[in-house]
């Protein structure tokens, strides 16, 4: 028998994954083009070609032994050295080797941090609309996870609200920018404000607040928006990283934690981290692939083909009166659903044959998640069944 604790994760186990499982489902009966599968955010554009070649290298380079066996578990030193380096030549930072623990992805990296800081009950604040499996990640170590309501006219922070609930119990807060679901990139302003509102807390209820800045998406941002790397506003910064969606990648499972010397418990932490990233079981970082993101520190993957994406679906349901933030990252669109239950709503677009995602798994009822990480042609045979949707509200 499962334990009670899986048997209530099973039954709320990922509403995007069944969507996924039902779009398959979908497509045998209508044909794979008559589907409009928005439901999944796993990257369309390929991953770059210095990803396979790198790959190559490595295995035609390096001593067999020296790829595929045990790393130290933070990763290997001159992987950790290579990244730290990059950083400090894109973000004016100051990392070194020691500051970097490589990860199995964003998921990894959040769930070894966790780890890391979180005794039972600790609360972690995180804004909605948030990815729905911090719920889980939190609850992986016992944590509370503490969900701030969204400001549903910018999706940027309600700081209102965060430094009301911040208080003794609170351990970290989980930021995503730029935001799956919403794309919205927070601000410079917002970045310093809330960085002004955690330092206040940490000094009134004398303790350390971590924030924990999720960024599988940081290198995914249009119109040349700034994405601000967070360790320059606020010591307490651990950024998480991961080259899934940066690099298309997700199935390899690589990213890396920075975990800055200002930090409080700095050496705590990274020696824990460590740890964890042992004990949970991932043991290291995959490494054949941390060897060839190492040689791919400035690749990434033709945003422009996201940013097509978004262009034509924005303006088009904008234009069908379905109202949306224009996202400035990521590859998702959060939009108002047409009626106020977004599960209806949700449900009344699979009957054209367009699958999204109810805003509730994010935290955020009234909307649904639109990922735009699919083939253009896709985009544009979607566009009547978007207009006779928004239509057969309008009747
Ligand atoms: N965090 C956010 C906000 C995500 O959207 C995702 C994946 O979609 C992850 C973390 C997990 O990413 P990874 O594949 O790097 O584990």
Do not use: W
Not at 25 to 34: E, P, S
Not at 316 to 325: D, K, P
Not at 345 to 365: D, Q, R, T, W, Y
Not at 386 to 395: C, G
């Amino acid at each position: 028998m499962i334990s009670k604790k899986m048997e209530g994760l099973v039954k709320n186990s990922s509403v995007i994954r069944a969507m996924f499982e039902e779009g398959k489902k979908m497509m045998a009966i209508y044909g794979a083009d008559n589907v409009y599968d928005f439901s999944l955010g796993n990257p369309s554009v390929e991953p770059p070609v210095e990803v396979k070649n790198a790959i190559i290298d490595v295995l035609n380079s390096e001593k067999q032994g020296d790829v595929h066996g045990y790393p130290v578990n933070a990763g290997f030193e001159d992987v950790r050295e290579a990244i730290a380096q990059s950083i400090n030549h894109k973000y004016d930072t100051k990392f070194h080797a020691d500051n970097i623990v490589m990860t199995v992805g964003a998921a990894g990296g959040l769930n070894v941090i966790l780890k890391t800081l979180l005794n039972p009950m600790d609360e972690v604040i995180t804004f909605a609309p948030f990815f729905g499996e911090y719920r889980n990640y939190v609850s992986n170590f016992d944590g509370v996870l503490v969900a701030i309501t969204p400001n549903t006219a910018t999706f940027q922070p309600n700081l209102k609200e965060f430094e009301e609930k911040i208080n003794a119990k609170t351990k970290a807060v989980i930021v995503n920018t730029p935001n799956n679901p919403t794309g919205v990139v927070y601000s410079e302003e917002t970045i310093k404000e809330m960085a002004a509102i955690l330092e206040r807390k940490q000094k009134e209820l004398n303790t350390s607040i971590y924030l924990i800045s999720d960024e599988p998406y940081r290198e995914l941002a249009y119109d040349g928006v700034e994405v601000p790397y967070l360790t320059k506003y606020y010591a307490n910064t651990v950024v998480g990283y991961s080259y899934s969606k940066s690099l298309s990648l997700p199935g390899e499972r690589i990213g890396y934690l920075v975990i800055p010397d200002e930090l409080d418990d700095s050496d705590d932490v990274k020696a824990a981290a460590s740890v964890a990233t042992r004990i949970l079981g991932f043991v290291n970082a995959p490494s054949l692939m941390q060897r060839a993101v190492a040689k791919c520190l400035d690749a990434s993957v033709d945003v422009e083909i996201y940013n097509r994406n978004r262009e034509l679906l924005y303006n088009s349901l904008v234009e069908y009166g379905i109202e949306c933030i224009k996202p400035q990252g990521a590859f998702y669109l959060f939009i108002k659903a047409l009626e106020e239950d977004d599960v209806a709503f949700a449900a009344k677009a699979k009957e054209h044959n367009i699958l999204i995602v109810p805003g509730s798994s994010f935290g955020c009822p009234g909307y649904c998640r639109i990922a735009y990480c699919v083939d253009y042609a896709m985009i544009q045979r979607s566009l009547p069944h978007f207009k006779a949707l928004a239509e057969e509200y309008k009747k």
